[in-house]
């Protein structure tokens, strides 16, 4: 069972903004270890988007951005797009676990 | 351009063994840690095991200690995964991952294209 939560699915129209939430605690987000966030398009391998909580990659469009707060972080797309439409996970790593942990992932769907 | 190519996936019956290898390339392999990352048909994603840039340190998830070992081979820029004593549940594409030491945390910044292990009779 994944120590990152993340909801199940979000979706939206396109153009309109939607957050993708990861909630941790003080044993990873809380105690100041980094949030990054994969993108999977269907049928293909994880992708970095997000790196060390609000950097993107090269290529990675500038609507998406990240932020990160307490014992959560989050995703936000502004302007969604049809190409939006995947699965978003998110990571960090866990002291008391002595482990790299990933978030339960959310599927974002357009509308 | 830094390449990640596994092999070594298949069908196998539990209880027996597999070893998953990952060769490497556009990059200097010694430098960096790497690591297995799984994913089960359908599920989310799952941190398997690391190794660190000089193979003197491996850790693992609990649900592969003892059963699973990570290793490489720096003269050969090759990452392996010995697997053993399978089960149902070790069924997933694995995914060779390159990793990148940040200020306060690790992220993976190169996948390979993963390779299939199902376990099943």
């Known amino acids: 069972q994944s120590v990152l939560t993340q909801p199940p699915s979000v979706s939206g129209a396109p153009g309109q903004r939607v957050t993708i939430s990861c909630t941790g605690s003080?044993?990873?987000?809380?105690?100041?270890?980094?949030v990054h966030w994969y993108q999977q398009l269907p049928g293909t391998v994880p992708k970095l988007f997000i790196y060390s909580n609000n950097n993107r990659p090269s290529g990675v469009p500038d609507r998406f951005s990240g932020s990160k707060s307490g014992t959560s972080a989050s995703l936000v797309i502004t302007g969604l797009q049809a190409e939006d439409e995947a699965d978003y996970y998110c990571?960090?790593?866990?002291?008391?676990?002595?482990?790299?942990?990933f978030g339960t992932g959310t599927k974002v769907t357009v509308l | 351009q830094v390449h990640l190519v596994e092999s070594g996936g298949g069908v196998v019956q539990p209880g027996t063994s597999v070893r998953l290898s990952c060769v490497t390339s556009g990059f200097t392999f010694n430098k960096y840690g790497m690591h297995w990352v799984r994913q089960a048909p359908g599920k989310g994603l799952e941190w398997v095991a690391v190794v660190w840039s000089r193979g003197d340190n491996q850790y693992y998830a609990d649900s592969v200690k003892g059963r699973f070992t990570i290793s490489r081979d720096n003269s050969k820029n090759t990452l392996y995964l010995q697997m053993n004593s399978l089960r149902a549940e070790d069924t997933a594409v694995y995914y060779c991952?390159?990793?990148?030491?940040?200020?306060?945390?690790?992220?993976?910044?190169?996948w390979g294209q993963g390779a299939l292990v199902t376990v099943s009779s």
């Open positions: 003080s044993s990873n987000v809380g105690a100041g270890y980094d």
């Open positions: 990571q960090s790593y866990d002291s008391s676990l002595s482990n790299y942990v």
């Open positions: 991952v390159k990793e990148f030491l940040a200020m306060a945390g690790t992220y993976f910044d190169y």
